[in-house]
């Protein structure tokens, strides 16, 4: 079912679902995402754009796992608007 999803490991970091609001949306938002995609693929119907997901808020349909440094400092995927907007250097938010 991952290969059939384009995943190589499960998206979401269930942890993350504790943290407060906003950040526990962006796991609310993967998992209703990628739980739609997962039965859309059950039941044999084809791939359809999303929008909201796919364009708007790309984070909600990255196939990979990112940690909370990773979100940060990639403001590309956060908005439509963010897309171009380069990568924050910062130290803090440099992987370990």
């Given at each position: 079912?991952?290969?059939?999803l384009g995943l190589a490991e499960g998206p979401l970091v269930e942890w993350w679902a504790?943290?407060?609001?906003?950040?526990?949306?962006?796991?609310?938002?993967?998992?209703?995402?990628?739980?739609?995609?997962?039965?859309?693929?059950?039941?044999?119907?084809?791939?359809?754009?999303?929008?909201?997901?796919?364009?708007?808020?790309?984070?909600?349909?990255?196939?990979?796992?990112?940690?909370?440094?990773?979100?940060?400092?990639?403001?590309?995927?956060?908005?439509?608007?963010?897309?171009?907007?380069?990568?924050?250097?910062?130290?803090?938010?440099?992987d370990e």
């Amino acid at each position: 079912m991952k290969s059939e999803l384009g995943l190589a490991e499960g998206p979401l970091v269930e942890w993350w679902a504790v943290l407060s609001p906003p950040l526990d949306v962006v796991v609310g938002l993967r998992q209703v995402h990628f739980l739609s995609e997962y039965w859309r693929v059950k039941r044999g119907d084809s791939k359809q754009d999303d929008v909201i997901a796919e364009t708007l808020f790309p984070f909600i349909s990255l196939p990979e796992k990112f940690t909370l440094k990773q979100f940060f400092r990639r403001p590309k995927h956060w908005f439509w608007f963010t897309k171009e907007w380069s990568d924050f250097e910062f130290e803090f938010l440099k992987d370990e």
